[in-house]
């Protein structure tokens, strides 16, 4: 026998799943989506205001998610949440609410803002480092909500004078503020099977007191070094106060942004625009001269010429001074240090000849007395500086020659001259002279070639030299320089001609040799 009651639960359960099947399927399955806080409910229809009942336990369930409880909070949710679907049967209403995670949490700092600054990050997955690539980008964010000015009347006279782009220079300056952040909050962190998002807040209050702690550590270094420059200058200490003054600005790179103001003497003064000023105002009296009326130096004879470094009349001991030719094609040393004296010796290792009057330049470079990154907002400040020069003329002189040369045909002395006038404008060309008297000369260029007849075939006839090139001091009588090439052919129709090019080959494989 059936029970009745059995019965009546078997067709109340029946019926519920008919039901059910009729109903969609976000209905029957919570649909998945990791970027939203979902919520579906469902009101009957028979009680009072459904569609409020059921719409106000969506967003409470969603404010639960985000720890939202106190009623005013709720209330402020509910106008940002979204009715996606909606369902009704004669007896039910089913809705479909969302809110987007990531909406929420920027919507949320924003509403900070003003305590807060406030940074968001996001990267996807299949990027390779995407965490720390989304975690720059919400201190980009950050940085960029801090202001950026420069205060002080040198760098923007700077900026506007070398031709830097603001712009640039100003991000510079947010690197270096992004460095320095601390005390940044994480406040969520979101990521789904291919994207990861970060939410970073840091505290304007907080924010400020670090700033006047690393502005008042980096005024005092920057004063530390800037007295210990003073002190350096009044002792005639030149190349160590250039130094001290550097540091000193370069203590106030990552606070260029603010106003850094100070008192001396009962003035108020910028700390960068003071340093920049002293140092300019040292560069300005260091004086570069030269002692020697006229500057000459003989081809190919090492030489030097000396300088004078003052500061104030006095001279300098250990100032670095760089040398460029700026005409000519003697090689002169990059740079010399001054002496106890103030005296600084250029030297020319190999003066040369073949441009006679040669343009040297001297000139300090205050960069080769710090250690500066290339990319620092430093640079350009140090850049602008008017540094000391001189510019001076120094005369190569070419040699004195005398010429011999014997030229022989089959070991008989030709009448003509081949190789020797050959050589000869080799020598003039490179700025020396050649002097009928071998007593009033410097050097001796003696040459002996000898050339023979070679083997002929189809009309033609070759002929060989062989021939040496010496050089010799005339006063010692020392050999200086030799140089041989054997068997250098010519080739004609006549004996003539073949060992006419044979001499002028050979003269310009010896040339060859003097240029090796």
Known sequence: ???KKSLLISMMIGLCLTLLAKKPDWIMEKPLN???VISIEMSHKSEENYRELVHQTAVINIAEFFEITDSLSIQKLSPKIEIVKEWESKKEYWIYCRLSKLEFYR???IEQSDDYYIGFGECSKTTPDYLEIAKQKALSEISSQINVAVSGEVVNRVIEQSGIVKEDFFSQIQMKTQSQLEGIEVVKILETDDRYWIFYKLSKQLYEAQQQKIIS????HSLDFYNEAKSDENKNKIASAISNYIKSLQE???VLNKPLIIEISNEDIYLDNKIYTSLQNLLSSIKLETNQEKLVLKSGKPGKVILLSTFNNKPIENLKINFITEKGSSEVSDYSISDANGEVILLFPDPKSDVQLHFIKGFINVNDYCEIDSLSIIVPIINSLINPEIRFEVLVEGLSFYMESVEKVENVESKGKIIEPIIKDYFISKGHKF???????????RIVANSAKGSGAMGFITSTTNATLSIVEVESSNEILKKTVNRIKGVSNN??????????????KLIEELEY
């Open 1 to 3: 026998m059936i029970n």
């Open 34 to 36: 990791p970027e939203y």
């Open 107 to 109: 919507n949320m700092l």
């Open 217 to 220: 550590d980096a005024i005092e």
């Open 252 to 254: 106030l790179e990552h």
């Open 435 to 445: 002097v009928v008297d071998k007593n009033s000369a410097e050097l001796l260029v």
């Open 495 to 508: 004996i003539e001609g073949a060992t006419n090019k044979s001499f002028e080959k050979a003269a310009r």
